[in-house]
């Protein structure tokens, strides 16, 4: 039975000021960026040390306390909400840069090292890490999430780019899973277990990580379309081409009005490709104009690319911040989004009956997608305290991601199951969901881990 109370007690003498009772402070982490309801933790604390990390689970265990991690609050789909409340466990101290190991291309850091601080950090050495999600998220939340971004078409996703791990389980236990080597065939692959098992396996809090080289030039393009159709047909022609893109999104015309409006920019209101391509000087020379060919090929028109640093950096920050241009394009509604992901082959089709779905509700839904691997979001803005715009919502999501499924595809490519998703975890996996849930069940007996999210226990 769970006695939170006596867990925060001990808590509290372990950490002192480093647990939290603020109202301001669990508030904070009552909330992300989803819009599901305000749910607050019982304490929040803040641990220095995977030492400390260890005791937490061991006094949470012995008093069927929950736990949650938190990062800096980015998900989509309600990951770090305590909805059973317990403790939240914020990994804001430990966010240091351990070890680089430029020789090896790998890195050791801490779970609360947000990608741009690594970024940063690697600057002198020639390297990045390329995993880009948009939002500044931690490393520890973008491993336990599995993230992606807009970079996976040519660098994959995390699952792709952690090494190694280390993790406290449930009881307090210490694990190391993977090493710095390129590859193993020691034993089950743990490594691959906790990357995206949403905190609800055990807590990471060292991850190494797989860096890459800077390349020698870079270039970004742009594009614009007629219609929907046309530009998903450029990048399908471009992938089973073999053309070796870096970014591919795509970027619908309500995306483009709303980017305009909040980036100061003046792009045509009709859908775009946003591009990038890594390499040699030559290299991105070829690609890029390969890639003109192509656009031109299905009506594309005013394609530019440009190996300059501003330009560049002024097109990926307009892409970056589109979520909140589009949230800004109604001030103070929720936004309701999903991303499903689809066999490449399935794209077009798939984002246009997402298009034709919503404009039959008389709703407009701007919808951005990574569709260089499939990859697909949909965000609707609905006012609060309106429970009918709410359900409308939340329906066409729904069919979006039934629609996903009937295409052999996922109902999600990168934002995750958190709370908004496990409705459709038996019918994407079958039985394999219950091997999910006995897994839990070995780690995690207790159910103390991020309970309500990924399985069904208890």
């Known amino acids: 039975m769970s006695n939170i109370a006596s867990a925060i007690s001990e808590l509290k003498a372990l950490l002192g000021e480093r647990l939290s009772l603020?109202?301001?402070?669990?508030?904070?982490?009552?909330?992300?960026?989803?819009?599901?309801?305000?749910?607050?933790?019982?304490?929040?604390?803040?641990?220095?040390?995977?030492?400390?990390?260890?005791?937490?689970?061991?006094?949470?265990?012995?008093?069927?306390?929950?736990?949650v991690p938190w990062g800096v609050g980015t998900s989509l789909e309600g990951h770090a909400l305590p909805l059973r409340g317990g403790i939240t466990v914020?990994?804001?101290?430990?966010?240091?840069?351990?070890?680089?190991?430029?020789?090896?291309?790998?890195?050791?850091?801490?779970?609360?090292?947000?990608?741009?601080?690594?970024?940063?950090?690697?600057?002198?050495?020639?390297?990045?890490?390329?995993?880009?999600?948009?939002?500044?998220?931690?490393?520890?939340?973008?491993?336990?999430?599995?993230?992606?971004?807009?970079?996976a078409v040519r660098y994959g996703t995390?699952?792709?780019?952690?090494?190694?791990?280390?993790?406290?389980?449930?009881?307090?236990?210490?694990i190391r899973t993977g090493t710095r080597a390129k590859k193993s065939s020691a034993?089950?692959?743990?490594?691959?277990?906790?990357?995206?098992?949403?905190?609800?396996?055990?807590?990471?809090?060292?991850?190494?990580?797989?860096?890459?080289?800077?390349?020698?030039?870079?270039?970004?393009?742009v594009c614009e379309f007629d219609d929907t159709t046309s530009a998903v047909n450029a990048v399908i022609m471009a992938v089973q081409m073999g053309l070796p893109m870096a970014r591919m999104e795509f970027i619908d015309a309500a995306s483009i009005k709303a980017i305009n409006a909040y980036s100061d920019m003046d792009m045509r209101e009709v859908p775009h490709l946003f591009m990038e391509f890594h390499g040699?000087?030559?290299?991105?020379?070829?690609?890029?104009?390969?890639?003109?060919?192509?656009?031109?090929?299905?009506?594309?028109?005013?394609?530019?690319?440009?190996?300059?640093?501003?330009?560049?950096?002024?097109?990926?920050?307009a892409r970056h911040t589109a979520y909140?241009?589009?949230?800004?394009?109604?001030?103070?509604?929720?936004?309701?989004?999903?991303?499903?992901?689809?066999?490449?082959?399935?794209?077009?089709?798939?984002?246009?009956?997402?298009?034709?779905?919503?404009e039959a509700q008389g709703l407009s839904a701007p919808i951005i997608g990574h569709v260089g691997d499939g990859n697909y979001h949909c965000l609707l803005l609905v006012e609060p305290d309106n429970p009918?715009?709410?359900?409308?919502?939340?329906?066409?999501?729904?069919?979006?991601?039934?629609?996903?499924l009937a295409a052999g595809g996922t109902v999600t490519g990168e934002h995750g199951i958190g709370a908004g998703k496990m409705k459709?975890?038996?019918?994407?996996?079958?039985?394999?969901?219950?091997?999910?849930a006995d897994i839990k069940r070995a780690l995690d007996p207790s159910n103390i881990l991020n309970p309500g999210k990924m399985v069904q226990i208890n």
């Open 22 to 67: 603020s109202p301001s402070v669990i508030d904070l982490h009552a909330r992300d960026e989803a819009h599901f309801p305000h749910t607050p933790p019982d304490a929040v604390v803040f641990p220095n040390n995977t030492a400390e990390v260890s005791e937490i689970a061991k006094i949470c265990h012995c008093h069927g306390c929950p736990i």
């Open 90 to 151: 914020d990994f804001a101290n430990m966010n240091k840069v351990l070890e680089v190991f430029a020789e090896d291309l790998n890195v050791v850091v801490q779970p609360g090292v947000t990608r741009e601080q690594l970024n940063e950090d690697l600057r002198a050495t020639g390297l990045f890490f390329p995993i880009d999600p948009g939002a500044n998220a931690t490393l520890g939340g973008m491993t336990a999430t599995r993230a992606s971004g807009t970079t």
């Open 424 to 436: 459709y975890m038996a019918e994407e996996h079958g039985e394999a969901w219950n091997i999910m």
């Open 187 to 221: 034993g089950y692959d743990l490594t691959r277990l906790m990357v995206g098992s949403e905190g609800t396996l055990g807590l990471i809090t060292e991850i190494t990580l797989r860096l890459q080289g800077q390349p020698e030039a870079t270039a970004a393009a």
């Open 388 to 404: 009918a715009a709410m359900k409308t919502a939340t329906d066409i999501c729904h069919r979006m991601n039934r629609r996903a």
């Open 158 to 174: 995390m699952k792709d780019n952690v090494l190694a791990l280390e993790v406290v389980l449930a009881d307090g236990r210490i």
């Open 280 to 317: 040699t000087e030559n290299g991105v020379k070829e690609q890029s104009e390969q890639m003109a060919e192509i656009c031109a090929d299905f009506g594309g028109g005013g394609f530019q690319w440009s190996t300059k640093t501003e330009e560049r950096n002024k097109l990926w920050k």
């Open 324 to 358: 909140f241009a589009m949230k800004a394009t109604k001030p103070g509604a929720l936004g309701v989004t999903t991303d499903v992901c689809v066999p490449i082959s399935k794209l077009a089709e798939a984002i246009e009956d997402t298009i034709k779905d919503v």
